[in-house]
C-alpha cells in the first residue's frame, strides 16, 4: 500500500509527515500524522507509540496539542496519529452527532448494519495500518510499538493492548473511557455499531471485563483530571477498571490529577510522562 504525503512539517528536530492512503478496511481514504524523531535518520530503526484520539478529533488533535513531540523527539520514538473514524461513507445519519458515527469509530469492527460498510477502526488499527507503515517505511521497527490515547482514544488504546496480549510492548491513557458498556457514550456506539441484544460483543471490548482475562502481567499509566466534566458525568468510570485490575491483580496506576478538565490542556501537561512510560518499556 502507498502512501501520499501531503506535508512535511519540523518538529522538535524531527518531521511530522502528513499522509493519505487508501483503506480496504475502512472503504474510504484515510488521513493521520506520523512524527519521525530526528533519530529515524540514522539506520537503526525507531520504535514506534500509537496516539488514539477522541472523539470529534482527526489525526491532527494530538498532532498539534498534545506535545508527544516534545519528549518523542529525546527518546527517539515516531508517533503515529491515525484519524478516528473513515469519513464519506455516506451512511445516513454518519455525521449527524459527535459521539456516534463520523469522528467517532470507538476503535471496533461494527457487526451491526449499515455500519459494516467500513466502521472498522479495530482492524484498521491493529492491522492494516502498522501493517502498511512497517512495510513503507523502513525507520520504523514494528517489533517495538507502543500504544496510548485519549477519552474514546482511551479506551481505543487499553482494548487493542488487552486484546492482543504481546503486540504492544505497553499502554498509558488520558482519561480513558474505562467501562464502556456502563456510561452513555459506550452504551450508544455498542449499541449501535454491535446492537443491544450483543452484550458478550460490547464485553470484548471493555477494558474493564478485558482485564481479568489478560494473561500477562500488566503496568498501564493512566491519568484522569478531577476537574473533567465527563469523569463528573459518569462517561469515564475509572473507578471500575480499577476495582476489576484489583481482584485480577494487574497492575493500573490511576493518577488523579487535582483540577484538570478533559481538554488537550490536559494532555500536553502530562504526555512527557506517557511517553517515558512508552520509552521505558520500548527502549529496554
Ligand atoms: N463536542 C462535545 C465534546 C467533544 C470533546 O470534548 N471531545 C474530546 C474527546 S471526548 C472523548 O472521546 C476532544 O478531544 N476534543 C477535541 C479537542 O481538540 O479538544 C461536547 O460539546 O460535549
Keep these: 500500500m502507498s502512501f501520499e ?45 500509537f496516539y488514539l484520539a477522541g472523539l470529534t478529533c482527526t489525526g491532527d488533535n494530538g498532532a498539534e496539542k498534545g506535545f508527544f513531540q516534545h519528549k518523542a523527539s529525546e527518546k527517539g520514538i515516531a508517533v503515529v ?22 469522528a467517532a469509530g470507538f476503535y471496533i469492527d461494527a457487526t451491526k448494519e449499515p455500519w459494516t460498510k467500513g466502521y472498522n477502526m479495530y482492524s484498521y488499527i491493529t492491522k492494516e495500518l502498522p501493517e502498511a507503515l512497517f512495510s513503507h517505511f523502513e525507520e520504523l521497527d514494528g517489533n517495538r510499538v507502543s500504544i496510548t490515547g485519549h477519552s474514546m482514544g482511551g479506551h481505543g488504546a487499553l482494548t487493542l493492548y488487552l486484546r492482543n496480549p504481546g503486540k504492544y510492548k505497553s499502554v498509558s491513557a488520558f482519561a480513558p473511557i474505562s467501562n464502556p458498556s456502563k456510561c452513555p457514550w459506550g452504551e450508544k456506539a455498542f449499541g449501535g455499531y454491535f446492537g443491544d441484544d450483543n452484550k458478550s460483543k460490547w464485553a470484548e471490548h471493555d477494558a474493564t471485563e478485558l482485564i481479568s482475562k489478560f494473561p500477562n502481567d500488566t503496568d498501564i499509566l493512566i491519568d484522569v483530571g478531577t476537574g473533567d466534566n465527563f469523569y463528573k458525568q459518569g462517561q469515564l468510570l475509572p473507578e471500575n477498571l480499577e476495582e476489576a485490575a484489583k481482584k485480577a491483580g494487574k497492575k493500573v496506576n490511576v493518577r488523579y490529577q487535582d483540577g484538570y478538565d478533559h481538554s488537550y490542556f490536559f494532555i500536553s501537561t502530562f504526555s512527557d510522562d506517557h511517553v517515558e512510560h512508552a520509552a521505558k518499556y520500548l527502549l529496554a
Aim: cysteine-free; proline content about 10%.
Design 5 to 49: 504525503t501531503t506535508g512535511t512539517i519540523n518538529s522538535f528536530g524531527g518531521k511530522l509527515l502528513k499522509l493519505a492512503h487508501e483503506s480496504k478496511v475502512t472503504n474510504t481514504q484515510m488521513k493521520l500524522n506520523l512524527y519521525l524523531p530526528p533519530q529515524a535518520s540514522s539506520s537503526k530503526p525507531v520504535p514506534v507509540l
Design 81 to 102: 496519529y491515525p484519524d478516528t473514524s473513515p469519513r464519506g461513507l455516506n451512511i445516513p445519519g454518519e455525521d449527524d452527532s459527535y459521539d456516534f458515527g463520523s
